[in-house]
């Protein structure tokens, strides 16, 4: 018979990635900061209750490392923000937007159907949804109207 050697230690996948190494180092920095400022503050309540001399000079450091505390957790927002923008976040555009690419993938610049009286709808060429005389908005060529000084 040969026994099983079982393992005090299985490791499982984990439930979300692991955070980048600069967020992570920025949030290790704001926990450590957010609890000292922890601990100054109840020092600060407990030299208040027992009216000490010491609360006067402990104010001061509560009150900058409070501050400070509130720094390094904008920190670790900022430090994360500025991470999915330079690395990159995997961003799939939604199916309108896809739906709209492949609308103006298929028609010609607008330069190459002229300004003056468009196609008809349904032809080649024609933005979906135009009336048959090409007018939107009252201007043909179904752009809106720009106004332009006169003289140029």
């Known amino acids: 018979m040969e026994l ?7 490791e499982e996948p984990a ?29 600060e ?11 006067a000079p402990m104010m001061p450091f509560t009150v900058l490392i409070s501050v400070a505390a509130t720094w390094a957790v904008l920190d670790v927002w900022v430090t994360r923000q500025v991470w999915n923008q330079r690395n990159g976040v995997v961003s799939s555009p939604s199916s309108a937007a896809r739906a709209r690419r492949g609308e103006q993938r298929g ?16 032809q080649p060429g024609a933005p979906t949804g135009t009336p048959a005389g090409g007018q939107v908005c009252g201007q043909p060529g179904g752009g809106p109207h720009i106004p332009r000084p006169h003289g140029v």
Do not use: K, N
């Not at 099983?4 to 299985?10: D, T, V």
């Not at 190494?21 to 949030?27: E, G, I």
């Open 107 to 122: 028609a010609p610049p607008a330069a190459a159907r002229g300004r003056e009286g468009g196609q008809a709808e349904g």
């Open 4 to 10: 099983e050697r079982q393992s005090l230690w299985e």
């Open 45 to 55: 309540l407990l030299l208040v209750a027992g009216h000490s001399w010491l609360t």
């Open 15 to 43: 439930a979300s990635a692991r955070l980048p190494d600069p967020v992570r180092a920025a949030a290790v920095r704001a926990v450590l900061v957010v609890a000292v400022a922890l601990i100054a503050a109840v020092i």
